[in-house]
C-alpha cells in the first residue's frame, strides 16, 4: 500500500509533537506543511517563524504561509498536493469548504478538550479556570462548525490540583501526537469510524481577554487560584504595586484575611487577602524581569505587611 500523502497545518508550540509523530510514522508521508506566516515579534520587531514552520525546515519539507485559505489561488494550490488528509492542529485559520473536501479521507483536527465540552480557542486555559477535574485530547473529523465534528478518537487526564494550563499544554500535546496516527491509519483501513458529538454538554472556550487577566482581590481565593493556574504561564494573571505591574504565575488558597481589604499583604511570606480567604503567592514575575520563587522575588522587591497589590 502506498503512504498517506498528508498536509498538516499548525502553528505553535502545541502542533509541534504531532507533525513529529506523523513524520516519523511508517506509512505515512508529510508532503507539505500550512502554517500561519512569520509575525513580527521581540524589541526590534523582526519577523519571526512559527513553531511549526522551525520544525518543518528541520525536516525538509514545503512550508506555506498564506495569510488566508479564502481565494481560488490558495484552493488551487491545496488541492494540487493531492493529499490523502489534512491535519490540524491550532492552525488558527479558518479552512473553507473547498479546503475541507480537498483531500480524498478529509480533514482531522487535534483538540485539547473533551468534546463537546470547550470547543473553540482555549480549551485548556478555561478547563482550569473553570476548575474541572478531567481533561484531554480529541482526534475528530472536521466539518464547516466551530469543532462540532465528529470523534475518532479521546484520551482523558485529570488535572491535578496545582497543574497550571501550561504544565497541561505540554502533556496534551505528548498525548494527542500517538493518537492523529492511530486515527490516520484507522481511517484509511475502515477500522475506525467517527461517532457523532453529543448535544448536552456544549460549552465554548472563547479566546483570553487581556481584560481577564488583571487580578481582582474581592473575588475569593479559590477563583483567583484557578485563575493564576488557567492563565501560566502565559499571558499570566497580574497586578500591580506601586504602579509596577507583577504577574502571579502559581499560588496556594490559605485561610487568612478576614477583615482585612482585599489585596492587603498580610505577612512576610506573601499571604494576600481575597474577597474570601486568603492566596499565598509563590511564583511571581516583574515586568521585563525573569518568574522566580517568592522568596527571591522579596529580595528585590519588598512587600512588606500592609502594603496593599492593586
Known amino acids: 500500500m502506498a503512504d498517506l500523502r498528508i498536509i498538516f497545518m499548525g502553528t505553535p508550540d502545541f502542533a509541534v509533537p504531532t507533525l513529529a509523530a506523523l513524520w516519523a510514522a511508517d ?86 478538550s473533551i468534546l463537546p465540552r470547550w470547543r473553540g480557542a482555549a480549551p485548556i486555559q478555561r478547563a482550569v479556570m473553570a476548575g ?6 480529541c482526534v475528530m473529523a472536521m466539518d464547516e462548525g466551530l469543532d462540532t465534528g465528529p470523534v475518532l478518537l479521546r484520551a482523558d487526564l485529570p488535572i491535578g490540583r496545582e497543574a497550571t494550563a501550561g504544565e497541561l499544554h505540554d502533556q496534551l500535546a505528548e498525548l494527542g501526537a500517538p493518537m492523529m496516527v492511530e486515527a490516520l491509519r484507522g481511517v484509511a483501513s475502515g477500522r475506525l469510524q467517527a461517532q457523532p458529538q453529543s448535544n448536552d454538554g456544549v460549552t465554548y472556550a472563547k479566546k483570553i481577554d487581556k481584560a481577564e487577566a488583571r487580578i481582582d482581590w474581592r473575588l475569593g481565593a479559590a477563583a483567583l487560584d ?20 507583577i504577574k502571579i504565575l502559581l499560588a496556594c488558597p490559605e485561610k487568612g484575611g478576614e477583615g482585612a481589604v482585599p489585596g492587603t499583604v498580610l505577612d512576610d511570606g506573601l499571604l494576600i487577602a481575597c474577597g474570601e480567604g486568603a492566596l499565598r503567592l509563590s511564583r511571581l ?11 527571591d522575588f522579596l529580595r528585590g522587591t519588598p512587600l512588606r505587611p500592609g502594603d496593599e497589590l492593586n
Open 226 to 245: 484557578r485563575l493564576i493556574r488557567g492563565l501560566s504561564p502565559f499571558p499570566g494573571a497580574w497586578c500591580e504595586w506601586q504602579g509596577s505591574r
Open 132 to 137: 474541572d477535574a478531567v481533561t484531554g485530547v
Open 27 to 112: 506509512g505515512i508521508k508529510v508532503v507539505a506543511v500550512y502554517s500561519q506566516p512569520p509575525r513580527q515579534a521581540g524589541r526590534g520587531k523582526q519577523p519571526r517563524r512559527t513553531a511549526i514552520h522551525d520544525a518543518a525546515l528541520a525536516h525538509d519539507i514545503p512550508v506555506h504561509t498564506p495569510a488566508s485559505l479564502k481565494s481560488a489561488e490558495a484552493q488551487a494550490e491545496f488541492r494540487a498536493l493531492e493529499a490523502d488528509a489534512a491535519v490540524v492542529v491550532a492552525y488558527g485559520l479558518i479552512l473553507p469548504a473547498a479546503i475541507l473536501d480537498a483531500p480524498r479521507l478529509g480533514c482531522f483536527n487535534l483538540h485539547g
Open 285 to 295: 514575575q516583574r515586568s521585563g524581569r525573569e518568574a522566580m520563587a517568592a522568596a
